[in-house]
């Protein structure tokens, strides 16, 4: 596969043409908000005068982080809603989406952040179940809260989804080929529901954060003895930008945090005939 440039996006050239505004984002819900990426995201959009749900498994973990992220809303009576919960499970999914809900009075950003990844090995050493769980957190979860989330934020005249990317979306990997098929899968996931919601109000970001010293990187083998690492604050900067509607012209784009800021990112939506980054398979 072999990330083109910025083509036309999957609504058509001319999908930001005429289309209708979508309000600033008063509320949203983040998965695996206990810590790394997810803390911080919720964080700053908490700063940003945004009502957050946080959801993850540690319950203890993200009650502390739901305490913080009020502290850092508190000038602008943030409320932070901490909601105990396992993306991989349809219940507790369904609970999740419906007591965020009615804490927030409904979710206008979704932000799918929860991941995990596979041992280094390769595929024919792989452990069956490790591999189809991290499709079940990378994949059936942002599956599934699209799929609960979208049709009420489209009811309201629009929302928002961001869906937490990687460079392994793009790229073939040696090792980790669940984490490496999950997140091409969810990069077309991604595509396909800005093609089919963005007519309707909804706009689709795909972002890609580099390479955060998150316990899951550090932990990797990939990444032993780096010492450069990406900023977490760019991709924090990025999806509060988002959440403002301020780069609502890049739905169904793939950001890469390393590359893009939002200054770029506007100035490239304002030039003629450019779209999003698209993934296809090349054929030679």
């Known amino acids: 596969m072999a990330e083109e440039g910025r083509q036309p996006v999957g609504a058509g050239a001319d999908a930001g043409a005429g289309a209708a505004e979508v309000a600033p984002a008063r509320t949203a819900l983040v998965t695996g908000a206990s810590r790394g990426i997810g803390r911080e995201i919720a964080l700053g959009l908490a700063r940003a005068g945004i009502h957050v749900a946080l959801l993850a498994r540690d319950a203890a973990r993200l009650e502390a982080v739901a305490t913080e992220v009020a502290e850092a809303g508190a000038g602008q009576d943030v409320r932070a809603v901490a909601i105990a919960a396992d993306v ?101 996931l991604g595509a396909n529901l800005h093609a089919s919601g963005y007519p309707l109000g909804l706009r689709v970001f795909e972002v890609a954060p580099g390479v955060v010293p998150t316990d899951m990187a550090t932990g990797m083998q990939l990444h032993a003895g780096r010492t450069e690492w990406t900023p977490v604050e760019r991709t924090v900067d990025m999806v509060t930008t988002i959440a403002r509607g301020e780069l609502d012209a890049c739905s169904g784009w793939y950001i890469r945090v390393t590359d893009d800021t939002p200054a770029s990112l506007r100035e490239l939506a304002g030039q003629a005939g450019t779209g999003t980054r698209r993934l296809r398979v090349q054929q030679t």
């Open 88 to 188: 991989t499970s349809f219940d507790d999914v369904t609970s999740a989406v419906r007591r965020a809900e009615e804490a927030l009075g409904g979710v206008d950003l979704l932000v799918n952040n929860a991941g995990r990844v596979d041992a280094e090995v390769p595929l024919w050493e792989a452990d069956p179940d490790e591999w189809w769980g991290v499709f079940e957190t990378n994949v059936r979860g942002p599956f599934w809260f699209s799929r609960l989330l979208v049709p009420a934020m489209l009811s309201r005249g629009g929302g928002r989804v961001v869906e937490l990317s990687s460079g392994a979306a793009t790229n073939e990997m040696s090792g980790t080929s669940a984490y490496n098929g999950s997140k091409t899968a969810l990069l077309r």
